[in-house]
């Protein structure tokens, strides 16, 4: 980040961090580390994010919660989902050029919402979805696209077997298929079957395994309606208002440059947007596993806050994206204070 003055006006760029140097690269990864690894030093502790599923609870046996271990694989999670992300935004030119920021936005979210840092399950999830977008991504305009369908949604059913309620994710793919002009019978029907498949597979091996498996309680998705707010602090509650609104600028910026995407971009976008209003709905839905939703959700936020900040060099986007590094560290550090 540069400040540029003269006598005539001031302005501030993000040139430094948008294409930064391999060793500011490195010492800004550092800091997201230390970011990261405070919640554990500091003994700021979450509660383990309630999920049920038989393989996520033989995870939390393997790995126990809120030790050193579990820290440091989550960590390396996020290093890899990071390095995804990044790939699948060069590879799709998501944003029009090469940039920095969505991984610097990605893993200060991940650092700050250390809830997160206890559900691996929710990481390896993450890393399916990513492995997904790079199927559906492959897709447009091609109706006879079947493979990548199939594969998509089969890696989408793998992650719901860990957390169940990502399931719903398959039809919020489908439509997806429609902005991307490749939906047509072929492809829903392969996206159908690799949505079933993982399913099938898993629920007849439980079974061949244990016979009195129960294979509707497996199905059971436990929806929670209730949203309680005063089961959140007043901290939450205004960094969930601050990060809306600082996302919701960070929509209309982008939709301001997106004339100068190209169509097959715009469509990726549009998808992410919609991606992103369809996950906060999954969150209200299943507000008892709301955690379980936050990394996904934190690669969305990155890759749409990111395209405005990176192609609209201006003050206002510049002291938008001082305002998100300072609200998450205040944020984090008033755990601290309430801990």
Same mark, same amino acid.
């Given at each position: ?15 430094? /961090?948008?294409?930064?140097?391999? =060793? !500011? ?5 550092? %800091? ?5 690894? +405070?919640?554990?030093?500091? %003994?700021?502790?979450?509660?383990? =994010? ?5 393989? $996520?609870?033989?995870? @939390?046996?393997?790995? /126990? ?18 390095? !995804?992300?990044? @790939? &699948? ?21 991940? *650092? ?8 691996? *399950? ?7 979805? &990513?492995? +997904? ?42 439509? *997806? ?17 690799? *949505? ?14 244990? =016979? ?7 199905? &059971?998705?436990? =929806? ?13 509650? /205004?960094?969930?208002? !601050? ?7 960070? &929509? ?9 995407? %190209? ?9 992410? $947007? ?25 690669? $969305? ?28 560290? /205040? ?9």
């Amino acid at each position: 980040m540069t400040i540029l003055n003269n006598k005539e006006s001031m302005r501030v760029t993000l040139k430094s /961090v948008t294409v930064p140097s391999i =060793p !500011l690269a490195a010492l800004l990864v550092i %800091a997201c580390s230390g970011l990261w690894f +405070s919640s554990y030093w500091g %003994a700021r502790l979450a509660l383990f =994010p309630n999920q049920t599923t038989e393989i $996520v609870n033989h995870l @939390q046996k393997i790995i /126990v919660p809120n030790t050193l271990l579990s820290e440091i694989i989550s960590f390396f999670l996020t290093l890899l989902n990071a390095f !995804l992300l990044a @790939q &699948i935004n060069n590879k799709f030119t998501i944003i029009r050029t090469r940039t920095f920021l969505p991984i610097l936005v990605f893993m200060t979210l991940m *650092g700050t919402w250390n809830e997160t840092h206890l559900a691996n *399950g929710s990481h390896i999830s993450l890393t399916l979805f &990513i492995l +997904s977008l790079f199927s559906f991504f492959s897709m447009s305009r091609n109706r006879n696209s079947s493979e990548q369908a199939f594969m998509g949604s089969f890696l989408i059913s793998i992650s719901s077997i860990l957390i169940n309620p990502l399931i719903f994710l398959i039809p919020v793919c489908w439509i *997806g298929f429609g902005m991307f002009q490749s939906l047509s019978l072929k492809t829903f029907l392969a996206s159908l079957m690799g *949505g079933l498949t993982p399913w099938i597979l898993y629920l007849a091996l439980n079974f061949i395994i244990n =016979p009195h498996f129960n294979v509707l309680q497996a199905l &059971i998705l436990n =929806p929670n309606f209730v949203l309680d707010i005063s089961t959140y602090s007043l901290p939450d509650l /205004v960094y969930f208002a !601050l990060m809306s609104i600082i996302i919701i600028m960070g &929509i209309v910026g982008l939709y301001s440059t997106a004339h100068s995407d %190209a169509i097959d971009t715009r469509n990726k976008l549009n998808f992410l $947007v919609f991606l992103l209003i369809s996950l906060c709905v999954i969150c209200f839905i299943f507000i008892n596993q709301f955690v379980s939703f936050l990394p996904i959700i934190a690669l $969305v936020y990155a890759l749409l806050f990111s395209h405005p900040l990176t192609l609209k060099q201006n003050n206002f986007h510049s002291i938008l994206f001082i305002v998100f590094c300072v609200i998450n560290l /205040v944020y984090a550090v008033s755990k601290y204070i309430l801990t």
